[in-house]
C-alpha cells in the first residue's frame, strides 16, 4: 500500500529536548512538507522539501530543522528554541513535478510538552 | 491578511440534512488552485477536490459537490443527505503558483456534527 506514515503517533517531551518526528512516504513523491495544527485553526507550513537535500522555510520555521537525505525521508526536529511546541504535526507529499499538485497527508503526530 | 475564510466555526445537522460549507478566498493571482481536505477524528487530511481557476463548471461527486465562483471568490462544499461518517473537520485551502511557490493556505476550518 502507498502512503505516508508518521511516527511516534503520541509523543511527550519535556521542556528543554529536542524531539525529532518521523515523516516516511512510498508514493514516489518529490515534495516533502510539515504543517503545524493547533486547536481552532488551519495549518501552518514549518518547512517543505522539493528535492533531495533541498528544503525551504515555511511560514513558522523558528524553532525547528529538518533534513531530506533520502527521497522517502523527511524527519522534523523540535527543538528547545520552539516556545510552544505542543501541537498536532502533520507531514504531507507531492510530486513536485507541478507547483500546485496535490498534496497527500500523514496521521500526524501530537506533541504534547510536559 | 486571511487568504481564505471560512466563517463557520461549527455546523451541526440531523443525519439526511443537507450541509453547506463556505469558503471565501482572497488571491491576485490569476492563477491559482482551490482544495477541500476532510479531517476525521483520527486525525489525517483526506483530500477531497482539487481545481484550477480557469474551470469554473461546479462537480458533484456522489452526495460531495462543489460551486465555485470566481465573481464572489467562493468556493463552497455541499455534503447531500449527510450520515455521521460526514462527522469531521473540513479544511479550504487556496494555492497560488505565481506568487506563493508550494505553499497551501488554509481556512481555519469548519467543524460538522452529524447527529443520529
Known amino acids: 500500500d502507498g502512503g505516508i506514515t508518521q511516527s511516534p503517533k503520541y509523543l511527550f517531551r519535556k521542556e528543554g529536548q529536542n524531539v525529532t518526528l518521523s515523516c516516511e512516504q512510498n508514493l514516489n513523491h518529490d515534495a516533502m512538507y510539515w504543517y503545524r495544527q493547533d486547536p481552532g485553526q488551519g495549518l501552518r507550513l514549518i518547512y517543505y522539501?522539493?528535492?533531495?537535500?533541498?528544503?525551504q522555510k515555511g511560514d513558522i520555521a523558528e524553532g525547528y530543522s529538518v533534513s531530506r537525505e533520502k527521497k522517502e525521508s523527511f524527519p522534523l526536529t523540535v527543538t528547545s528554541a520552539q516556545k510552544n511546541p505542543t501541537a498536532f504535526y502533520l507531514c504531507?507529499?507531492?510530486?513536485?513535478?507541478?507547483?500546485?499538485?496535490?498534496?497527500?497527508f500523514g496521521p500526524g503526530t501530537r506533541l504534547t510538552v510536559l | 491578511a486571511q487568504k481564505v475564510t471560512q466563517a463557520q466555526t461549527e455546523i451541526s445537522v440531523v443525519e439526511k440534512e443537507d450541509v453547506t460549507l463556505d469558503c471565501v478566498y482572497e488571491?491576485?493571482?490569476?492563477?491559482?488552485?482551490l482544495f477541500w481536505y476532510k479531517q476525521p477524528p483520527s486525525g489525517e487530511l483526506v483530500f477531497l477536490i482539487r481545481?484550477?481557476?480557469?474551470?469554473?463548471q461546479n462537480e458533484i461527486s456522489g452526495r460531495y459537490s462543489w460551486n465555485f465562483q470566481k465573481s464572489t471568490s467562493s468556493f463552497n462544499f455541499t455534503i447531500t443527505a449527510s450520515q455521521v461518517v460526514d462527522s469531521a473537520v473540513y479544511f479550504c485551502?487556496?494555492?497560488?503558483?505565481?506568487?506563493?511557490?508550494?505553499?497551501?493556505?488554509f481556512g481555519a476550518g469548519t467543524t460538522v456534527t452529524v447527529r443520529a
Open positions: 488571491t491576485r493571482d490569476t492563477t491559482y488552485y
Open positions: 504531507a507529499s507531492s510530486r513536485g513535478e507541478v507547483r500546485t499538485d496535490t498534496q497527500y
Open positions: 522539501s522539493q528535492i533531495v537535500n533541498d528544503f
Open positions: 485551502a487556496l494555492s497560488e503558483p505565481p506568487s506563493n511557490d508550494y505553499k497551501l493556505s
Open positions: 481545481r484550477n481557476s480557469f474551470d469554473e
